[in-house]
């Protein structure tokens, strides 16, 4: 192996003396280890040492960014207000490391787009997003056999939107019924993005994803088609979707080894049933590699909007043909206990005056790591619903204290009357005093968050001595 072999034998000073190394080091991950420098440290005019690192918050960045940005439209007679950020409301987020700018939100196809909804709808549906900032559109060729990339690619056409003002994704697995037609071959990789292109009556999309891992074809062959796409330019970027860390490892190791490419984003299911891979398994890719994580199924199926407690409603999901495992999910003994927990969330909802929709949407949105969330909807009335998780004052401010950690506490150790108890006692009569000089701008100022980021953190040792009480009962 490459971390355990130290050379043959040899004579003083050969490659036997040479010092053992691992994997990460070779790959430049040990990010532990700190270069070495020779001489004293340099310091600057004002005493400080040259390269040690400036203590600034993840805010008091992005504010001194906000501030260069502002000066240099100054300078070309331009204004943040002109920005599509500034008039809808939108917040944006890098691709993981990448610098692409995508929506916090983003527009699914599965089972809607092509199927479920007429093309009617669903160009109401992608207006109504495009129009409130929303800037990613994700398909797939397997999605309606095809029919989902079709019916977006007529809509885009049709709405005659600007090409650089959109991103677009797509993925790649299973393209028809012969042998050739799925897989991760290099012979479907290069087809079926074709055949994407085709349908969707564009040059290139912005993001390919292998839909899902072939263990009968290698990394290298996976990696070598990607980088081929990208330099043909069919597309930006690639990423894995339903992939495991090892399998993203070694496909990053193999991009390295052969200066390639590497994934940039995995997609993965996230939602508050289904938590481990994106909170203690990605993150650590995030920080060492800069992967970008797209998540799907916010609300579970529609699981956590409640409407599922009493029955299946007709047109649902759950009530199409080819969904009866969604059904058997819902009504089994495992889907009955997540029903319960949803039925404690819903004071809270209430109490934050929205949806428990927008409530789930915008506890996915408060895990930094996540790039974007992609909803999938029926039409353009629940999107605007959706939407409302971002738009919301009360989420934005409050959300602060009660983070995916804290969630954990109240969902899955049933100490749901201790999270309520928290809300009642200490949340809401600071969060109301904070909030009312912002209730008739319908904005929050730098100031108010920095207080509520406070508040968050003066609480935090609070309520993990709660959650630690909690799991002892």
Partial sequence: MVGSRSGGGGGG????????????????????????????PIKSAMGRNLGQQEDLTEEARKALEQQRLEMFLQECQLSLGDTVAEQTGMVYRNLG?????????????????????SEEAAEDILTVAYENGVNLFDTAEIYASGK?????????KKKGWRRSSFVISTKLYWGGQAETERGLSRKHIIEGLRGSLERLQLEYVDIVFANRPDVTVSSEEIVR???????????????????????????????????????????AEYHLFQRDKVETQLPELYH???????????????????????????????????????????????????????KALQPIANKMSC????????????????S????????????????????????????????????????QDAAISSFLQFIEEKGFKIYNSLTKQSCETGKLSRCLRGEMNLLYRKTKVEWKHREEESKKR
């Fill in 355 to 370: 949806t428990l929709a927008q409530l789930a949407i915008a506890w996915c949105l408060m895990n930094e790591t996540i």
């Fill in 13 to 40: 000073g050969g490659a036997a003396g040479r010092a053992k190394f691992s994997v990460e080091e070779f790959y430049g991950l040990n990010n532990n280890k700190k270069p070495k420098c020779m001489g004293p």
């Fill in 148 to 156: 989902a990339e079709v019916t977006l690619g007529n809509i885009i």
């Fill in 97 to 117: 490391k990448t610098g692409l700018r995508v929506s916090c939100v983003g527009i699914g196809s599965w089972v809607t787009i092509g199927s479920q909804i």
């Fill in 372 to 411: 974007s969330v992609l909803l999938g909807v029926s039409d353009a009335e629940q999107l605007r619903e959706n939407l409302g998780a971002i738009q919301s004052l009360v989420l934005s401010a409050f959300f602060p204290l009660v983070g995916p950690w804290k969630m954990s506490g109240g969902l």
């Fill in 288 to 342: 060492k590699i800069g992967l970008g994580v797209m998540t799907w199924s916010p609300l579970a199926c529609g699981l956590i909007t409640g409407k599922y407690e009493d029955c299946i409603p007709e047109h649902s999901r759950a009530s199409l043909p080819g969904y009866e495992w969604l059904k058997t999910k819902i009504t089994n003994e495992e889907g009955q206990l997540q029903q319960a927990k949803i």
């Fill in 225 to 267: 088609a990607m980088t081929f796409l990208i330099n043909q330019g069919e597309t930006m970027y690639w990423g894995t979707s339903r992939w495991s860390t090892v399998e993203i490892m070694e496909a990053y190791s193999v991009a390295r080894q052969f200066n390639l490419i590497p994934p940039s984003c995995e997609q």
